[in-house]
């Protein structure tokens, strides 16, 4: 206790270089638990993107491909679902709901979404969050829209806005279909997924737009105004992939294979979750970039400790003497540094566990709102344990090289004058 009351005694008469060292280490603690923190949010909000949904039927590819343009809205389709081939799988007795989705236009540059009314009811993500509105309502009418909270951001629209769609990407001159604008009736509030970034129209609509299509163009033959197209059977022949909720998870695999050996046409099923995990571990270079970021910082903050100790070590000199001409042994001496080393740890990681989690409370709620990212106030997981454990066993090593040069000090050395 004489040694631990020592220096605490030393550390009070150097207060400011105290602080700055523990200032140091805490922020160094809160940007690895920060990191972490995020890194899991990051991951979790990724895997959870969508939620609730057993299965994603689409044209038969590859399994992230499909995962990619049906949840992500990224690349296209290599081919359609005929609307036969969907009805007759949403008539198999293991289907509980399924939803279609079209694809193919955008709008400035955002993808446009042909689905049902059932899309706002069964789309989840998260931990079964359902889709809420910031403001107005599903559409209704065959030109009604909803759209996304960054759609409506980035554009400035809002309820009452007029949307023109594009064919395909709108990069082509004349692919407007002007003639059909849509009208937003609906905006969805901030999820953190593609749905931020899409526009939701009918699968009616998406039908409608296209009448005096074929092949990619438009027919110079045809011009079928929106008031004609209103009387028109409006039946979808093909859609690009569905998304199915089941009525039990142990019928999951049966109708994946089901589908799968499906003989009418070549189609694939897969598992969101599980596909989830593997796009995860395709882009999972910045999670261990994230982690040897945390790695340096933390080295950082210990050799910075280590500088200061030897730096003043110097200063000390007379200190140290004083200390050894009344009595303190070599070894006390010893104790003294390791015990600065090992407070200024501790006190580092304790303050910046606590501004860790003050940060936290403060900024959760506007990253959710600005992010969809979800920071919970959840205790240090096993790794960041072993992480601030591994401060605390650096820190205390960090000291022990100062303290051993203190060690070898001698008395007469201590008290000669250097000029």
Do not use: C
Request: proline content about 4%; overall charge positive.
């Amino acid at each position: 206790m004489t040694v631990v009351r020592l220096a605490l005694g030393s550390l009070a008469n150097r207060w400011l270089t105290a602080g700055l060292t523990v200032l140091a280490i805490a922020v160094s603690v809160m940007l690895l638990l920060g990191v972490e923190k995020i890194r899991h949010a990051a991951k979790a909000s990724f895997a959870n993107t969508i939620s609730g949904t057993d299965l994603v039927m689409g044209a038969r590819s590859g399994g992230i491909q499909l995962l990619l343009y049906s949840v992500f809205r990224i690349g296209n389709a290599t081919n359609n679902v005929s609307w036969r081939s969907y009805e007759q799988i949403a008539a198999r007795p293991e289907v509980k709901w399924i939803v279609p989705l079209t694809l193919g236009d955008t709008h400035r540059g955002f993808r446009v979404l042909g689905t049902s009314r059932d899309y706002f009811e069964h789309y989840q993500y998260g931990q079964r969050r359902p889709l809420r509105f910031a403001a107005g309502k599903p559409f209704a009418d065959l030109f009604d829209a909803v759209i996304g909270s960054d759609v409506a951001r980035d554009l400035g629209y809002k309820v009452g806005s007029s949307i023109v769609v594009s064919h395909g990407t709108g990069i082509i001159p004349g692919a407007e279909h002007a003639d059909k604008p849509f009208r937003v009736v609906g905006i969805l509030a901030k999820t953190g997924t593609p749905v931020d970034r899409t526009i939701h129209v009918s699968m009616q609509a998406y039908e409608a737009i296209h009448v005096d299509w074929r092949t990619g163009t438009r027919d110079p033959t045809r011009t079928t105004t929106a008031a004609q197209v209103r009387r028109m059977s409006l039946k979808p022949r093909a859609i690009t992939a569905a998304l199915i909720g089941l009525k039990s998870k142990l019928m999951t695999f049966r109708l994946q294979r089901y589908i799968n050996d499906y003989r009418s046409e070549p189609l694939l099923a897969i598992l969101p979750g599980v596909t989830l995990y593997e796009l995860w571990n395709l882009v999972g270079t910045a999670e261990t970039a994230l982690m040897v970021v945390s790695f340096m910082v933390v080295v950082t903050a210990i050799l910075g400790m280590i500088t200061m100790i030897l730096a003043t070590l110097n200063e000390r000199r007379r200190e140290i003497a004083i200390l050894r001409s009344v009595g303190a042994g070599p070894r006390t001496i010893l104790g003294l540094l390791v015990s600065e080393a090992n407070i200024l740890t501790l006190t580092g990681v304790a303050v910046g566990v606590a501004a860790t989690y003050l940060v936290l409370v403060a900024v959760q709620p506007m990253a959710e709102a600005a992010y969809g990212i979800y920071l919970p106030l959840t205790a240090p997981s096993a790794r960041e344990l072993w992480g601030m454990g591994a401060i605390v066993v650096g820190g205390a090593l960090a000291g022990l090289l100062p303290a051993w040069r203190a060690y070898r000090l001698s008395l007469a050395d201590g008290m000669m004058i250097r000029t």
